[in-house]
């Protein structure tokens, strides 16, 4: 649930941040302008799509969308990657920070794989019983 919030967030605070920079900008806006903002948008909206599709799955008992929780990690590594390496001042600490943070989001979801129990007889949600 946090990773929707957080993509969600993450749409309307870029999309906001952005809507005001161009609006004060002078010149011509180019590529360098809407790069950044755009692979932060784009990264948000498919977290968010992913989580709510990977909250809903668990909510009814299928462990196996905690897949999906280990797509968004790995599909959000690059774009963190670049945004980070873009403000740290030191040569690889961004890279390094989001590999560290999405490695261990990655390591969670496949931890809540194996530790959610599998519904005894085959359905879809386990507090269903025959």
């Given at each position: 649930?946090?990773?929707?919030?957080?993509?969600?967030?993450?749409?309307?605070?870029?999309?906001?941040?952005?809507?005001?920079?161009?609006?004060?900008?002078?010149?011509?806006?180019?590529?360098?302008?809407?790069?950044?903002?755009?692979?932060?948008?784009?990264?948000?909206?498919?977290?968010?799509?992913?989580?709510?599709?990977?909250?809903?799955?668990?909510?009814?008992?299928?462990?196996?969308?905690?897949?999906?929780?280990?797509?968004?990690?790995?599909?959000?590594?690059?774009?963190?990657?670049?945004?980070?390496?873009?403000?740290?001042?030191?040569?690889?600490?961004?890279?390094?920070?989001?590999?560290?943070?999405?490695?261990?989001?990655?390591?969670?979801?496949?931890?809540?794989?194996?530790?959610?129990?599998p519904s005894p007889d085959g359905s879809s949600n386990p507090e269903v019983t025959a």
């Amino acid at each position: 649930m946090l990773l929707l919030v957080g993509g969600l967030f993450s749409v309307v605070a870029v999309s906001t941040d952005l809507g005001t920079r161009l609006a004060a900008y002078e010149g011509p806006v180019d590529g360098d302008v809407l790069r950044g903002p755009t692979i932060v948008i784009a990264t948000g909206l498919i977290t968010a799509v992913l989580a709510a599709t990977a909250f809903l799955l668990l909510r009814i008992g299928q462990r196996w969308a905690s897949w999906f929780d280990a797509l968004i990690w790995a599909v959000s590594w690059l774009p963190a990657s670049i945004n980070l390496s873009a403000y740290s001042h030191a040569p690889g600490v961004g890279y390094t920070f989001s590999t560290i943070v999405c490695a261990l989001g990655i390591v969670l979801a496949i931890a809540t794989f194996l530790l959610m129990p599998p519904s005894p007889d085959g359905s879809s949600n386990p507090e269903v019983t025959a």
